[in-house]
């Protein structure tokens, strides 16, 4: 599933910089994208001037 973005939110705003060997904690709001529903999901991020990636799965859960 690719989830489309609000028009507003620029693609710099979706950029993320993690220096090599070092760790972040970042908390992803999905407020500004199409609702998805129940279920597994991960968001991939693709590695700037390369064809690498990588991903974190996460689930929606019913509350």
Known sequence: ?????????????NL???PSGETMNVDFFLTDYDQLSVGKYRIIFGLAHS?????FPFDIVDS
Do not use: M, Q
């Open 1 to 13: 599933v690719i989830v489309k973005k609000s028009p507003h939110i620029r693609d710099t705003d």
């Open 16 to 18: 993320l910089y993690i």
């Open 51 to 55: 064809n690498d990636f990588f991903y």
